[in-house]
């Protein structure tokens, strides 16, 4: 069954049981500030999954374009994609658990649907813990559907009770809509990996295809879970994985949807078969496709250093440094791309609407690429002169001139210099942990990440407070703040729209402290200790017995500008901001104002 009948039959299949077919969203959420890619279909849904009521009704489905960063790593295997298209069907406080899983079983065996053999499919449900018990009622459901095709489906034969990490969902952002989930696997028939080997396993024996979700808690910022106002189903099946098995293919690589793109970067690349460099060509291809879909979404994201165009250009560059490494020559991103978007527009008409954009946004990012890596090179030439090139350094040419590992080796080989490839990972991975953070999720709360951006604007803060204290007075305290890789938010209590000169006198003082360079300390210290020595700060709750006092001061003088209670992190000096900006002064609610400001910019 090619990918284009999967597609229909799914949503005729959800359209007989009463559910309306709803569009593919956008892959840039336009509400959900909590994630930079809408990941899964429930990602638009969230306000009718807590209670605002659908247009469209009561029981949707779609076919919904994802992004997913988290599988980078994995990409290049033979299951995980960067992009893909996830078939989803909702009830929104209509049906639960025993209706979802009966449709769920007859989709998959059905004769007129996928007709899968019942021996192939295995189950997992949640095993249950402190916030929500075993799921019994799944199990026993799952049994029903197996003893319809004789089969006695045992606990931990056929269905398997796995815990949080496995079988529960939450959207990616932390808080929101979650519960327990029920998941379908198909077994390839490969031999087990160890005897212990079991749906779950990721040796490729088991492949999950489909997810169904029991939405029945709203997780809060606190981390408690709230039973929501209606029980909802989310369910989610990849397109390209189902597709993929139901040909009895052991990788999406291998169906349809990419044999024509795969087919293109082996000729465009030159690749000879004895050489084939599989899973690089997998990678390009996937990679292509995410960067072709997230171009071509209507929203006209560009490559860039900041959220959705960082993933962007992240992306576009890994790939023409993949292409470089299988020895392809310059300029066939483009070309490659041009298949993606014949393989899609039949489906996707805005990948042809905007296909000029999305070529030359290509083009010109591998120009800036190309670019870069001269640069890359004269840097390397400087590094090399010593006749040593550290971890370090290796990584500075990797995370600012976009050099590959290998090809600093390589280039040091040449010029008989040696480096410590472990060096090298070890700040590789340092900084692989410090981007999930800033990338994967937008905020977590206050702070979003310990960037460095974000270190600086919440150093910012602290002189914001301090700055608006001494021009209104000291009425003025902390309400609220977010902060995100771009801007400040700070909420206080002032009652009055603040003046022209007001606004220029904070930002006078902040700027006066940046140039005088004022450095930033923190001592530990008891509670009370922190009040008597001045410190601002949320007393009564959120913090323990001893806390962290922050001091912003003149190093010369002792003069303090600034002194708050507060977790950290911050930067050493407040040079390191280089200036102050208030881009925005409005009122936030009665008697509270807002400011919102940025670090760094002219
Ligand atoms: N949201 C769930 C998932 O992504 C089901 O759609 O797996």
């Known amino acids: 069954m090619k990918a284009e009948e999967l597609r229909k039959k799914y949503l005729d299949f959800f359209k007989s049981h009463g559910h309306a077919i709803i569009p593919s969203a956008s892959l840039i959420p336009e509400n959900d500030p909590t994630v930079l890619f809408t990941t899964a279909g429930m990602h638009p849904l969230v306000p009718f999954l807590l209670g605002e009521t659908h247009p469209a009704g009561k029981r949707l489905a779609n076919i919904q374009k994802c992004i997913r960063t988290t599988d980078i790593e994995e990409v290049g295997d033979s299951w995980h994609l960067t992009f893909f298209e996830m078939l989803g069907n909702w ?11 009966e449709m769920s079983w007859e989709f998959l065996t059905g004769k007129n649907w996928l007709g899968i053999d019942p021996e192939k499919i295995y189950v997992t449900v949640f095993e249950g813990d402190n916030d929500a018990p075993r799921d019994e009622e799944s199990i026993s459901f799952w049994q029903e559907q ?7 489906a045992r606990l931990d034969e056929r269905i398997f009770a796995l815990p949080k990490k496995d079988n529960w969902w939450g959207p990616a952002g932390e808080t929101g809509p979650c519960g327990p989930d029920t998941e379908m696997f198909y077994d390839t028939g490969k031999i087990k990996c160890l005897p212990s080997c079991r749906p779950g396993c990721g040796c490729g024996k088991y492949v999950e295809i489909w997810n169904d979700v029991f939405m029945e808690f709203n997780k809060t910022k606190e981390g408690r879970f709230i039973p929501l106002k209606q029980k909802n189903v ?25 044999n024509p793109i795969i087919k293109k970067i082996i000729e465009l690349a030159f690749i000879r078969n004895e050489t084939y460099p599989e899973q690089k060509i997998r990678l390009i291809a996937d990679h292509t496709r995410a960067v072709v879909f997230i171009l071509g979404d209507n929203k006209m994201i560009v490559p860039a250093n900041i959220e959705q ?6 992306l576009i560059r890994i790939t023409l440094r993949t292409l470089k490494q299988i020895g392809s020559p310059d300029f066939v991103l483009d070309k490659i791309a041009k298949t993606v978007i014949d393989t899609y527009k039949k489906n996707y008409p805005e990948l042809q609407k905007n296909e000029s954009f999305i070529l030359e ?7 800036i690429f190309i670019r870069t890596l001269e640069k890359g090179l004269k840097e390397f030439n400087k590094m090399a002169r010593d006749k040593k090139i550290t971890g370090k350094e290796a990584f500075i040419l990797f995370s600012t001139y976009g050099f590959p590992f290998e090809m600093t080796r390589d280039l040091a080989k040449e010029s008989g210099i040696e480096i410590n490839p472990a060096e090298f990972k ?5 900084h692989q942990k410090m981007s999930r953070l800033a990338t994967e999720v937008r905020f977590k709360g206050g702070l979003a990440d310990h960037t460095e951006k974000t270190t600086k604007l919440h150093t910012a803060t602290h002189l914001l407070q301090a ?4 021009v209104l007075g000291n009425h003025v305290c902390q309400k609220g703040s977010n902060i995100t890789s771009e801007r400040l938010r700070f909420d206080f209590s002032h009652d009055k729209k603040m003046t022209a000169e007001q606004i220029n006198e904070t930002e006078i003082l902040i700027n006066q402290a940046i140039m005088r360079a004022f450095a930033v300390k ?24 001893r806390v962290k006092v922050y001091t912003i001061y003149d190093e010369k003088t002792g003069e303090v500008f600034s002194r708050e209670v507060c977790g950290g992190p911050h930067v050493n000096n407040v040079k390191e901001l280089k200036n102050f900006r208030i881009i925005k002064e409005e009122a936030s609610s009665a008697g509270i104002r807002r400011i919102k400001a940025v670090v760094g910019k002219n």
């Open 522 to 545: 923190f001592e530990e210290m008891s509670l009370d200790d922190a009040k008597n020595s001045g410190a601002l700060g949320l007393f009564e709750h959120k913090y323990g017995d």
């Open 426 to 430: 070890k700040e590789y991975e340092n």
């Open 234 to 258: 989310d369910t989610g099946m990849g397109l390209e994985r189902t597709s993929a098995v139901l040909q009895g293919y052991d990788s999406v690589y291998k169906t349809e949807l990419f």
């Open 91 to 101: 009830s929104l406080g209509d049906y639960f658990k025993k209706e979802a899983i």
């Open 467 to 470: 700055a608006l204290r001494k």
């Open 361 to 367: 946004q290509l083009q010109k990012e591998e120009k």
């Open 146 to 152: 197996y003893k319809k095709s004789g089969m006695d």
């Open 309 to 314: 165009g960082y993933i962007l250009r992240r």
